[in-house]
């Protein structure tokens, strides 16, 4: 967790000792943060930052060079970029979406009982669950390994929800989380307005 302003200073978080346990409890061996919070891991035994490697930065920018991979792309593509047209001289631009991501934001269920219990969104409760993995993939941990869970949920009318997920560790690339939802929204009723 961390915390920048608006012009990219990194500010310093509470409770460090605790968060630097629980990244060297998943097997994190990189932390980044505010140099104000140096003091704070100077008070931490050095065996418990054993395998940590701290990293101070001040600004995001510090922030990006750690946590980018510095190795270039073997074979660059570049993307096209299409370019919108602009709009008839006297006509009025609309969008039929609100806040530009969905239109029917109703029909956006959570795929869990777990997530739905905690509004759609998890960013940072662990549990063994796997089904976590739609709500956050950091939320991956070793509690989950070789674990599936399977879930059907009949929400009002006849929509129907199915979901599966599994996730298992590998020793060279790190965990991993497959799911697959199925949602089914039933009928859905249209009137002609003639």
């Known amino acids: 967790t961390g915390e920048i302003t608006l012009r990219g200073r990194v500010l310093p978080v509470g409770g460090i000792k605790e968060k630097l346990l629980a990244a060297r409890r998943a097997g994190v061996r990189d932390v980044i943060l505010s140099p104000k919070n140096r003091k704070d891991v ?11 490697t ?14 980018l991979l510095q190795e270039k792309v073997a074979r660059p593509q570049a993307l096209p970029v ?3 047209a602009p709009a008839p001289a006297g006509a009025r ?12 934001p109703f029909l956006s269920l959570p795929p869990s ?17 796997p089904t976590q993995l739609y709500g956050s993939p950091a ?5 989950m390994d070789h674990a599936a869970a399977i879930s059907y949920m ?11 997920a599994y996730v298992f560790n590998t020793e ?23």
């Open 172 to 194: 060279k690339r790190g965990r991993f989380g497959l799911g697959f939802t199925y949602l089914n929204y039933g009928d859905l009723m249209s009137f002609d307005p003639a």
């Open 54 to 67: 701290i990293h101070y930065a001040e600004r995001v920018d510090d922030v990006l060079q750690v946590a």
């Open 42 to 52: 100077e008070e931490i035994t050095a065996d418990y930052l054993k395998g940590l």
């Open 113 to 129: 009982a777990q997530l739905a219990a905690s509004g759609g969104m998890n960013a940072s409760a662990r549990s063994s669950d």
């Open 139 to 143: 939320l991956l941990n070793a509690e």
């Open 93 to 104: 631009v609309a969008q039929a979406q609100i806040g530009g991501r969905t239109a029917f």
């Open 82 to 84: 299409r370019d919108e």
């Open 154 to 164: 009949a929400y009002v009318g006849s929509i129907k929800q199915s979901t599966a």
